[in-house]
């Protein structure tokens, strides 16, 4: 059984940073894309960003591309969100998922999903 892990967020102020990371378990390594998420109160989710496990090929949604970096530790099957010059409309709760279809930007291609972790920004 997959398991996600996400942890890291919190309440910063804006032009200020955050890491995410979301730890993983269950999965088959080297086959699983994982990817970020995020749903702000009343909006649809979001993608954020996504990387495949083996080559590190990574996908970034044009609102958070040169703010935010995706990476991934294979040996502690952890991957991060790192959140720089962040802003008030960052704030949501993020989502780390894995698919099996490689690193997409489609919510319905993600097999396994986290339990969140909230990011608030002050502006």
């Known amino acids: 059984q997959v398991q996600l892990v996400e942890s890291g967020g919190g309440l910063v102020q804006a032009g200020g940073s955050l890491r995410l990371s979301c730890a993983a378990s269950?999965?088959?390594?080297?086959?699983?894309?994982m990817g970020w998420f995020r749903q702000a109160p009343g909006k649809e989710r979001e993608f954020v960003a996504a990387i495949s496990w083996r080559e590190g090929t990574t996908v970034n949604a044009d609102s958070v591309k040169g703010r935010f970096t995706i990476s991934r530790d294979n040996a502690k099957n952890t991957v991060y969100l790192q959140m720089n010059s962040l802003k008030p409309e960052d704030t949501a709760v993020y989502y780390c998922a894995a698919s099996v279809r490689g690193p997409t930007s489609s919510g319905g291609l993600y097999d396994s999903w986290g339990q969140g972790t909230q990011v608030t920004v002050s502006s």
């Open positions: 269950g999965l088959i390594y080297g086959r699983y894309a």
